[in-house]
């Protein structure tokens, strides 16, 4: 039978992939609550439908950082796609382009950021962690420049890596080998170094590329502040999918104090447990510009390659349509908060 929802796509995904890698894609961190709560959160929410609206034109397209997409749901940085399927972060690129909406390839990818451009048919950004040097972080932003990536997404909320421990018990090193994070093939024992990441960093990338820098991981009001005051173009509210610090704040809760905090000052998304196209809606209504999807995406990968990526993608877009027509709001921008029941 064909998958019809996302949860369809993750049971082909489990049956298909090794378990160790399978743990490493489904895991969170400690005992896994925030992992738990950030799809729990939602289905908390309630929502207040209006009746008796025209919906028979429903348009979803909207843009991001000025780029049109068809929906607003974006593909969020994963790492390591080719455990998920040979073609790895290609095949993801050609999922994403193929329903008109953007990928943000990680820095940890399987394939190069200039393989995955190659493939790619929509607007891509280049995530970025900055792990051993700023020499070499600069190197992939211009070559993420060079690549036609459009901005940098600075992923803050990994200073240390969170205790994963479904993954820790296969005792299997991430990537495998023979796979690499393809990226930083070629770097040197001489370009290791310890770089704390602080906010000043985000000045540094300022003054380095001309490329808008979003940043990822934020789930306070005062962080916002302070992205803000140090001039990103985007924050995207995340816990990393309940793989770093656990017990946090679930990203669809922290989402209205950082949209209240930014006050239309630079877009606003999130991340984090959106598995149906009524979570979108709800994030939409409580401000974010666009949501992000992490695990989804890599069921789709791991079942049908750049098909099944498209399958997902196009899941939760027909998904989110129907709640914006059963919830009477024809556009995106008729989504607002009066339609949820906090
Ligand atoms: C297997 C896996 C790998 C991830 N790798 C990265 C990464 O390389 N960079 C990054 O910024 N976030 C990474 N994330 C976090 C995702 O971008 C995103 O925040 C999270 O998956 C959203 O939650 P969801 O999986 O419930 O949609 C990863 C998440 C998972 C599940």
């Known amino acids: 039978m ?23 894609y489904a895991g969170g961190s400690d005992d896994e609550v925030t992992l738990r709560d950030n799809q729990r959160d939602f289905a908390r929410i309630r929502l207040r439908p209006r009746m008796l609206v025209d919906v028979r034109q429903c348009n979803t397209s909207t843009s991001v950082q000025g780029l049109p997409i068809s929906m607003p749901i974006l593909v969020a940085p994963t790492a390591m796609h080719c455990l998920a399927h040979s073609e790895g972060e290609c095949a993801t690129a050609q999922g994403a382009g193929a329903v008109d909406t953007l990928m943000i390839a990680s820095t940890s990818a399987t394939r190069t950021l200039e393989e995955i451009a190659q493939a790619a048919s929509g607007p891509l950004w280049f995530q970025l962690y900055i792990y051993y040097s700023l020499d070499v972080a ?30 820790r018990r296969h005792g299997v090193p991430m990537p495998p080998p023979p796979l690499v994070r393809a990226n930083f093939v070629g770097i040197g024992q001489e370009d290791i170094g310890q770089v704390a990441v602080t906010w000043e960093t985000i000045d540094w990338l300022r003054t380095i590329t001309s490329l808008p820098v979003l940043i990822k991981g934020i789930l306070t009001a005062e962080d916002a502040q302070l992205a803000i005051a140090h001039g990103v173009s985007g924050i995207i509210v995340s816990n990393h999918g309940g793989r770093q610090l656990d017990g946090v704040v679930t990203s669809i809760e922290a989402l209205p104090e950082i949209v209240e905090a930014v006050a239309g000052r630079c877009e606003v998304y999130m991340d984090g447990g959106i598995r149906r196209g009524t979570d979108i809606f709800k994030a939409l209504a409580l401000g974010a510009r666009a949501v992000l999807v992490g695990r989804p995406i890599i069921w789709g990968l791991a079942a049908d390659g750049a098909r099944g990526v498209q399958q997902v993608l196009s899941i939760l877009h027909t998904e989110l349509e129907l709640a914006m027509k059963l919830a009477g709001c024809p556009t995106l921008a008729s989504i607002n908060h009066t339609f949820l029941k906090l």
């Not at 929802?5 to 298909?16: C, G, I, P, Q, S």
């Open 138 to 167: 600069a190197g992939l932003v211009r070559r993420a420049e060079r690549a036609g990536y459009q901005a940098i997404v600075l992923t803050v909320d990994l200073p240390a890596m969170g205790n994963r421990e479904r993954s």
């Open 2 to 24: 064909e998958p019809i929802n996302v949860f369809d796509y993750e049971t082909l995904a489990k049956e298909r992939m090794n378990p160790a890698y399978w743990d490493y």
